[in-house]
């Protein structure tokens, strides 16, 4: 079973307008982290936002927030007033307690937003 | 401060070859990972090392290798390059103790003609 499911292979959105990307995590652990990044076309990983599972409150950096439903064992990315370069891969991962410091990641969605 | 670096940024090799990867973590992190994304997939985990010892291992053939300095640098290795074996291949440093520090560098782009 996968431990991470990204299921839109891509999204648009207009530019100014918010967006949601979905994801969906399997675990056991209690202890665990949710991550994502943004990889635009030259490859790096960039890190957005971050969402430990004992955190009560959803993350917010900026233009990002996390929608995290800990009993629904989802956390989707929003991103309010979309803007033309955000256009890019966004990959949701995962670090379990027991994986030391090691990522699962999904299979991404790539987000286009047009002007 | 400078973030994670790695090197070569692009590379061909020739099948049977081998590839060495280089990666500088962010200064003062302990902890750095490696793994390989093949184009339309998410990355992979391949290694981990802390403090110069591996402490992760994906599923991997031991082809691939890896080692920490005492600076806190790492190397990928991989032997008897196949095709599949081209991919970006991205490292990683963290803090351990802090549990949302995980940045990754600009990747190497590994092609095997």
């Known amino acids: 079973a996968q431990k991470i499911t990204q299921t839109q292979p891509g999204m648009f959105v207009q530019e100014k307008e918010a967006v949601t990307l979905d994801c969906t995590y399997d675990?056991?652990?209690?202890?665990?982290?949710l991550f994502w990044y943004k990889q635009p076309s030259s490859g790096e990983m960039i890190f957005l936002i971050y969402?430990?599972?004992?955190?009560?409150q959803n993350a917010t950096e900026g233009r990002y927030s996390l929608n995290f439903q800990k009993a629904r064992k989802s956390a989707n990315l929003v991103i309010s007033a979309s803007q033309l370069g955000d256009s890019a891969m966004y990959f949701c991962?995962?670090?379990?307690?027991?994986?030391?410091?090691?990522?699962?990641f999904g299979k991404g969605t790539m987000l286009l937003v047009s002007p | 401060d400078a973030g994670v670096t790695q090197s070569p940024t692009h590379l061909i090799k020739t099948r049977g070859q081998q590839v060495t990867l280089r990666c500088s973590p962010i200064?003062?992190?302990?902890?750095v990972s490696w793994y390989q994304q093949v184009l339309g997939q998410g990355p992979q985990f391949i290694f981990q090392?802390?403090?110069?010892?591996?402490?992760g291992r994906g599923n991997f053939p031991d082809r691939f290798s890896a080692r920490q300095f005492p600076n806190y640098s790492s190397e990928l290795n991989v032997n008897a390059l196949l095709l599949g074996d081209s991919a970006l291949y991205l490292c990683?440093?963290?803090?351990?103790?802090?549990?949302?520090?995980?940045?990754f560098g600009e990747g190497s782009w590994l092609t095997v003609v």
């Open positions: 991962a995962m670090r379990e307690s027991s994986g030391y410091s090691t990522l699962t």
């Open positions: 675990t056991s652990d209690q202890s665990y982290g």
């Open positions: 200064s003062g992190h302990k902890s």
């Open positions: 969402q430990g599972s004992y955190d009560e």
């Open positions: 990683a440093s963290s803090l351990p103790a802090i549990l949302n520090t995980i940045y």
């Open positions: 090392y802390y403090e110069k010892e591996e402490r």
